[in-house]
């Protein structure tokens, strides 16, 4: 069998592996990324595109540590988007400019924005009622509204984007259990291997030996969505607890409809939990924040999904940096969030001393993987609460 050899190896085409991918391409390296299922269908097709600044965290008063370490990110971002960063998002969308945080009257309100203020500086600014868009007005939302430096982006146009430039080298793995056995089936060698398998990264390390020392852990969320959505809306809103009471993302379906994609309190529970529960506290945080409005003829569905991380060194709450287990020539990452994955690759980057080979690899006999599908798209709605 022809001996085919790689710079690297890449396990998994989620934005880790596709921002990787693209990255090490850009930069010479003969890279090989190997999908299980669909490129993005992870994690990454079902998150909410927000390219965090920090400033959900003043909630949880773990602000400093992390809030710093994220609010660089948009930036990072921004320039990627003008085609100008590490790598060229220039063909993605962007849903909405700025994650707006709605923050009802009283105490905690008045806490919040005072402490997002002091951690993040001109990266938040106030609108004046006067100045309220008029849908927000119209919602009989009372309170403070601010907008935040958090671009949201659309995914499925990020993943295309990423993977659309080097799709020649995005290929199918038919035994992800066992990828050094594939490999080894089909002559594939590699100077450095990338594991950005998400759940499966642990349980391989564990298979090669390599998990001393790795803690990882699984976040349960069933993410709500409300199909027919009064207007495009982008938003934490803020309750009395320590986190947003719903973090409000807006898609739309191929036919226009508008779905509001609901994480953030409302999504925080078992993945077995009964939906109805979702769709009223749901209702209830819209009760709150937007009393004018009625989701009587509104359609709702449910995600159950895990949140997959390196174990948090802050008091097991979150990790601050993307997570990279190295052992030898194989690394096994997760960027921790999506508005992480550029850092995760400069840390690979960093790591991967060798030059690029400028060779060009020949992948083209193994088969092509399909991009993910929305949850939108998937849903199974349901009018009946
Ligand atoms: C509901 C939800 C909302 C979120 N919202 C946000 C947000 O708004 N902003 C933000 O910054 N972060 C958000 N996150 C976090 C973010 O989505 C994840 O941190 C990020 O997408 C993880 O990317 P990943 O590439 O590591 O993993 P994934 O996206 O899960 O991709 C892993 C890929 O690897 C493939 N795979 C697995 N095993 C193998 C194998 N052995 N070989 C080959 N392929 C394999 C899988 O099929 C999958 O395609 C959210 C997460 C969730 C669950």
């Given at each position: 069998?022809?001996?085919?050899?790689?710079?690297?190896?890449?396990?998994?085409?989620g934005i880790?592996?596709l921002w990787?991918?693209n990255?090490?391409?850009?930069?010479?390296?003969?890279?090989?990324?190997?999908?299980?299922?669909?490129i993005g269908?992870?994690?990454t097709i079902a998150s909410q595109g927000i390219i965090h600044?920090?400033?959900?965290?003043?909630?949880?008063?773990?602000?400093?540590?992390?809030?710093?370490?994220?609010?660089?990110m948009p930036d990072l971002w921004r320039a990627a988007l003008k085609g100008e960063g590490?790598v060229d998002l220039s063909a993605a969308q962007t849903n909405a400019d700025s994650q707006?945080?709605?923050?009802?009257?009283?105490?905690?309100?008045?806490?919040?924005?005072?402490?997002?203020?002091?951690?993040?500086?001109?990266?938040?600014?106030?609108?004046?009622?006067?100045?309220?868009?008029?849908?927000?007005?119209?919602?009989?939302?009372?309170?403070?509204?601010?907008?935040?430096d958090e671009p949201v982006l659309d995914i499925p146009s990020v993943l295309r984007a990423l993977g659309g430039a080097?799709q020649?080298?995005?290929?199918?793995?038919?035994?992800?259990?066992?990828?050094?056995?594939?490999?080894?089936?089909?002559?594939?060698?590699?100077?450095?291997?990338?594991?950005?398998?998400?759940?499966?990264?642990?349980?391989?390390?564990?298979?090669?030996?390599?998990?001393?020392?790795?803690?990882?852990?699984?976040?349960?969320?069933?993410?709500?969505?409300?199909?027919?959505a009064?207007f495009p809306l982008y938003?934490?809103?803020?309750?009395?607890?320590?986190?947003?009471?719903?973090?409000i993302t807006t898609h739309t379906l191929p036919g226009g409809d508008l779905v509001w994609y609901?994480?953030?309190?409302?999504?925080?529970?078992?993945?077995?939990?009964?939906?109805?529960?979702?769709?009223?506290?749901?209702?209830?945080?819209?009760?709150?924040?937007?009393?004018?409005?009625?989701?009587?003829?509104?359609?709702?569905?449910?995600?159950?999904?895990?949140?997959?991380?390196?174990?948090?060194?802050?008091?097991?709450?979150?990790?601050?940096?993307?997570?990279?287990?190295?052992?030898?020539?194989?690394?096994?990452?997760?960027?921790?969030?999506l508005t992480?994955a550029p850092?995760?690759?400069?840390?690979?980057?960093?790591?991967?001393?060798?030059?690029?080979?400028?060779?060009?690899?020949?992948?083209?006999?193994?088969?092509?993987?399909?991009y993910a599908k929305t949850p939108w798209e998937?849903?199974?709605?349901?009018?009946?609460?």
């Amino acid at each position: 069998m022809a001996q085919r050899h790689a710079d690297i190896v890449i396990f998994g085409a989620g934005i880790a592996g596709l921002w990787a991918h693209n990255r090490f391409r850009r930069a010479g390296y003969n890279v090989l990324l190997l999908e299980s299922a669909t490129i993005g269908g992870g994690q990454t097709i079902a998150s909410q595109g927000i390219i965090h600044s920090g400033l959900k965290y003043a909630f949880a008063g773990k602000i400093n540590k992390l809030a710093a370490s994220i609010s660089a990110m948009p930036d990072l971002w921004r320039a990627a988007l003008k085609g100008e960063g590490p790598v060229d998002l220039s063909a993605a969308q962007t849903n909405a400019d700025s994650q707006m945080l709605l923050i009802p009257p009283g105490l905690m309100g008045g806490l919040v924005g005072l402490v997002a203020k002091r951690t993040l500086g001109n990266n938040v600014h106030e609108i004046t009622q006067k100045s309220w868009p008029e849908y927000i007005t119209d919602s009989g939302f009372k309170g403070r509204l601010v907008y935040m430096d958090e671009p949201v982006l659309d995914i499925p146009s990020v993943l295309r984007a990423l993977g659309g430039a080097y799709q020649d080298s995005i290929r199918k793995i038919d035994t992800p259990d066992e990828p050094m056995a594939f490999l080894e089936r089909h002559g594939i060698t590699a100077d450095h291997i990338i594991f950005t398998g998400a759940a499966s990264n642990h349980a391989i390390a564990r298979h090669l030996h390599h998990d001393k020392g790795l803690e990882t852990q699984a976040r349960p969320l069933l993410m709500g969505m409300l199909k027919n959505a009064p207007f495009p809306l982008y938003a934490h809103c803020v309750g009395s607890s320590d986190k947003p009471l719903a973090t409000i993302t807006t898609h739309t379906l191929p036919g226009g409809d508008l779905v509001w994609y609901l994480g953030g309190g409302v999504a925080e529970r078992p993945k077995d939990a009964p939906p109805q529960d979702v769709y009223k506290a749901a209702k209830k945080a819209f009760q709150t924040s937007f009393p004018a409005l009625d989701f009587t003829t509104s359609q709702w569905a449910v995600l159950p999904i895990d949140r997959i991380e390196g174990k948090s060194s802050i008091d097991g709450w979150m990790p601050d940096t993307p997570t990279i287990h190295q052992q030898g020539h194989i690394f096994y990452s997760w960027p921790t969030k999506l508005t992480f994955a550029p850092l995760l690759a400069e840390r690979l980057a960093e790591k991967i001393t060798a030059p690029p080979s400028n060779r060009l690899g020949d992948w083209s006999f193994l088969p092509e993987v399909p991009y993910a599908k929305t949850p939108w798209e998937n849903a199974q709605w349901n009018e009946d609460l």
